[in-house]
Structure formats: C-alpha cells, structure tokens
C-alpha cells in the first residue's frame, strides 16, 4: 500500500461524504471503521457482539478490536493502491497502530484532513441522520457523549499530525461542494510535494 488519506474530525462533520468523494473521484478504497463495524453487528460476528453495547452506550470500541478488524481488511487485493481512512485513527493510539500496520505494508499517512465544524451545528446534524437513517446510535444522549470523547481522546491528533507536517485543516459549516473543493485541492497540493 502506497499511501493513506486520513479523514479526521468530530461526529456529523463530514468526513464519510468527503471520504466518499475523493474515493470515487480517486479510485482509492475508502475505509470507515464505523461502517465496518455495523456491518460486524448486522452480521453478527463475534467482534459485532462485543462492539454492539461499547458503540450504542457512545463509547470507543477497543483499539485490538479495530486493529484486527482494519489489518483484515488491508490485505484485501483492493487495498494495493492506499486507503481512505474515514474515522480512523480517533485516538493517538489508534494513529500508532495504524503507522505500524501501514509500515507492514510499505505505506505510510501522506494527508490528514481535518474537517472542523462546530458543536451546535454537529447536533443538528446528527439528530437529523439519525431521523433519515434510522441510527439507534444517534439519540441526543449518545452524541453528548460521542462529542465529550471526541475532545477528550481524538482531538489530540491535530498536533501529532500537525507536528509530522501532514495536517490541513478544513472549514466543514459549509456545502458539501465547497468543502469537497478544499478537500481535492489540499489532496492535490500534498501529491505536487511528493513529485
């Protein structure tokens, strides 16, 4: 593998509409741990069972347990050209794990796109998803919570990716196309560095 982009922000930002774009747009697999992990309950594997009670309470799904799941998913054929992490790493631990299973495979985090919104915004949001998608894990209780943790435990990774020169910060409380824009520009600008 290549190269990965990470995705980064608060619940409800953005960043699986953005990851999806740039996946389409790039041809590169987009990887959301959370989508793999309601798709371990729905088919209720023996990971789903443990994660199911951890995501609907609003906590963080242990790292080995995400670890095992992303370092399956990597080895698939669709992996070779990089990755699109969307949600992953939400921990500085998680950010570790994922360097050492990007090493394994000769890659490495090339671009780490934070997409910043504000609280009250991300809210309304969520509660709106959660009414269109019919998400039991959106409920007014469960994104305070979702929020407190993302402070408390993924926010930190702006300054480790800050201080390794890869992060770009992204206005999210815009269009989906402004910000999708500013997302393929950044992309853009990090790939010309590399040439």
Do not use: C, W
Not at 101 to 113: F, H
Not at 173 to 190: G, I
């Amino acid at each position: 593998m290549p190269s990965a982009i990470v995705f980064f922000g608060p619940p409800g930002s953005g960043k699986g509409t953005q990851a999806s774009r740039l996946a389409a747009s790039a041809g590169i697999l987009q990887i959301s741990t959370g989508d793999l992990l309601r798709g371990h309950v729905a088919r209720g594997t023996a990971l789903g069972a443990i994660a199911k009670p951890i995501m609907e309470s609003g906590a963080l799904v242990p790292d080995d347990l995400v670890t095992r799941m992303l370092k399956e998913r990597l080895a698939g054929p669709d992996a070779k050209s990089g990755a699109i992490f969307d949600g992953y790493p939400r921990t500085v631990a998680q950010a570790r794990s994922l360097e050492t299973l990007l090493k394994e495979t000769g890659g490495r985090v090339d671009n780490v796109l934070f997409i910043d919104v504000p609280d009250a915004i991300l809210v309304d949001r969520l509660l709106k998803r959660a009414t269109l998608e019919g998400r039991s894990d959106d409920t007014k209780e469960t994104i305070a919570e979702r929020l407190r943790v993302y402070r408390e435990k993924t926010a930190p990774l702006a300054d480790l990716y800050a201080s390794a020169g890869v992060l770009v910060t992204i206005d999210g409380d815009r269009s989906v196309e402004a910000v999708a824009a500013d997302v393929e520009s950044a992309v853009a600008r990090r790939r010309a560095v590399k040439a």
